[in-house]
């Protein structure tokens, strides 16, 4: 317990910025996965995780697991997560060729910590195995 409040507070300027950016996206529907806290809401483009918290506009297992990706991110970076990873990935989505974002640095470290692994084309696959449970929130 005392762990889990530390973890917590360790990452808290991502888990309030989380905790808002919930209030502001329209929720249409919570889901647990992984561990983690998913909202899915129709008025957001992409994903975007803060701590524990995971807003989506996917419900494609290889979005879920990459984001989950960035959560054990959080947890290695702790405060800096914002400034290091936040700042980093936000420039990539605006200056890096679709085709390469999945390339670069913490996007690829995100696939990685995530289980999506790319095949020898360079397709991009997961390898977590879902729980029965799990699977019903993949559309």
Same mark, same amino acid.
């Given at each position: 317990?005392?762990?889990?409040? *530390?973890?917590? @507070?360790?990452?808290?300027? %991502? #888990?309030?910025?989380?905790? !808002?950016?919930? $209030?502001?996206?329209?929720?249409?529907?919570? !889901?647990?996965?992984?561990?983690?806290?998913? %909202?899915?809401?129709? +008025?957001?483009?992409?994903? @975007?995780?803060?701590? +524990?918290? &995971? &807003? /989506?506009?996917?419900?494609? %297992? &290889?979005?879920?697991? #990459?984001?989950?990706? #960035?959560?054990?991110?959080?947890?290695?970076?702790?405060?800096?997560?914002?400034? @290091?990873?936040?700042? /980093?990935?936000?420039? #990539?989505?605006?200056?890096?060729? +679709?085709?390469?974002?999945?390339?670069?640095?913490?996007?690829?470290?995100?696939?990685? *910590?995530?289980? $999506? &692994?790319?095949?020898?084309?360079?397709?991009?696959?997961? /390898?977590?195995?879902?729980?029965?449970?799990?699977?019903?929130? !993949?559309?």
């Amino acid at each position: 317990m005392i762990k889990k409040v *530390l973890l917590y @507070i360790w990452q808290l300027p %991502q #888990h309030l910025l989380g905790l !808002f950016l919930f $209030v502001c996206y329209r929720n249409c529907g919570r !889901f647990k996965y992984r561990g983690k806290i998913y %909202q899915y809401s129709d +008025n957001i483009p992409g994903a @975007i995780s803060l701590g +524990n918290y &995971i &807003i /989506t506009g996917s419900k494609r %297992q &290889i979005t879920l697991d #990459h984001e989950y990706g #960035h959560t054990v991110q959080s947890k290695k970076w702790g405060p800096l997560y914002l400034i @290091i990873v936040g700042i /980093t990935s936000l420039y #990539h989505t605006q200056f890096t060729p +679709n085709d390469k974002y999945y390339t670069v640095w913490p996007e690829n470290e995100a696939d990685k *910590l995530g289980g $999506v &692994i790319r095949d020898k084309y360079g397709k991009r696959k997961t /390898t977590y195995e879902p729980t029965a449970e799990e699977r019903e929130i !993949f559309c």
